[in-house]
């Protein structure tokens, strides 16, 4: 498995869903819905959207968990969630949290439409995590356990020419570990 590159999983950026920064959240779901149709069959769903700025270069990603946040405009006025989870703090109590907030207590109709004026600079998260494209695999497996991301750019010296996601790399570890196992 240490033949194997990052250059030979990655998705190209010509393949990718990339919008820029001033798009709509509903021009992000159009261009991933996009972007997934044109994927190889056996491919993993993209599920997140790069974001590029006017020189086109990414400053951004905005995955499936940001786009229904974002569907919600108070989960702004609360405390970090995911922090409150890991510092231990109970589900109950959050659960308890955001049901005093009256969160989703909008018609749905309301909440698809505001998918229109939701701008995705707004609500994306900032990348900066990448990896050369001529990293071994492993090296790649281990830059996204220590960062915890579900994904890393590609670089060709200095330039992003990819992206490299989790689910690509588990194929890998999957069908490797299956195949070294048959008998």
């Known amino acids: 498995m240490d033949t194997k590159k990052v250059k030979d999983l ?52 905005m995955g499936q968990l940001a786009i229904l946040r974002a569907l919600e405009p108070k989960y702004g006025t609360i405390v970090d969630l995911e922090k409150l989870t890991r510092a231990g703090v109970s589900s109950d109590l959050i659960m308890s949290i955001t049901n005093n907030l009256r969160l989703w207590q909008e018609d749905l109709t309301s909440i698809w439409k505001r998918a229109r004026t939701i701008k995705v600079k707004n609500i994306m998260n ?35 020419v990819g992206i490299l996601r989790l689910s690509d790399i588990y194929n890998e570890v999957e069908q490797n570990i299956i195949d070294e196992n048959k008998n």
């Open 126 to 160: 900032p990348v900066s995590e990448s990896i050369d494209e001529d990293a071994t695999l492993t090296e790649a497996m281990h830059q996204i356990i220590m960062l915890q991301c579900l994904s890393l750019l590609v670089k060709r010296g200095s330039n992003i």
């Open 10 to 61: 990655m998705i190209s950026l010509e393949n990718y869903a990339i919008v820029h920064q001033d798009s709509t959240l509903y021009q992000a779901i159009v261009v991933i819905r996009q972007s997934q149709e044109k994927l190889g069959p056996g491919m993993q769903p993209i599920r997140a959207v790069l974001i590029v700025d006017d020189q086109k270069n990414i400053v951004g990603k």
